[in-house]
C-alpha cells in the first residue's frame, strides 16, 4: 500500500455539511470513503491556511487514489488535491538505482 496525502477546501455547502454533522461525524464518513477503496485512514487533521482538512490514507494504488479524488471533488463539498507521500526507505532505493541523466545540451 502506498500513502497519500488529500489537501481539501471547503465550498459552502461543504461547510453547511461540516457545521451540521461536527467534524468527527465527517472524519467517520471520510473514513468508510477510505475503506470503501480499499484503503484505511492514517490521519484526519483540520487546519489553518490554504487547506481546510488534510487527510492522510493508505492505499492499493494509483487508481484507488484518482477514485477517492474523483468521487469526493465531484460531490461538490470539497476541492481536492492529491500527493504521493515517499517514505525514506523508498528514497534510499530510489538512490541506489544510480539512474542516468544528461543536462539538456551537455
Known amino acids: 500500500m502506498a500513502k497519500y496525502m488529500f ?5 459552502q455547502s461543504g461547510l453547511k455539511g461540516l457545521i451540521a454533522e461536527g467534524g468527527t461525524g465527517r ?3 471520510l473514513r468508510q470513503t477510505v475503506e470503501s477503496a480499499g484503503g ?6 483540520y ?14 494504488d494509483a487508481t ?3 477514485a477517492l479524488s474523483l468521487n469526493i471533488a465531484a460531490a461538490g463539498a470539497l476541492t481536492v488535491s492529491v500527493t504521493v507521500l515517499i517514505d525514506p526507505e523508498t528514497v534510499d532505493k530510489a538512490v541506489a538505482q ?3 541523466y544528461r543536462l539538456p545540451g551537455a
Do not use: C, H, K, M
Open 40 to 45: 484505511t485512514l492514517d490521519g484526519f487533521y
Open 27 to 29: 472524519r467517520e464518513a
Open 47 to 60: 487546519a489553518f491556511g490554504d487547506d481546510d482538512l488534510l487527510l492522510i490514507a493508505d492505499l492499493p
Open 98 to 100: 544510480g539512474v542516468s
Open 64 to 66: 484507488a487514489a484518482t
Open 7 to 11: 489537501r481539501t477546501s471547503y465550498t
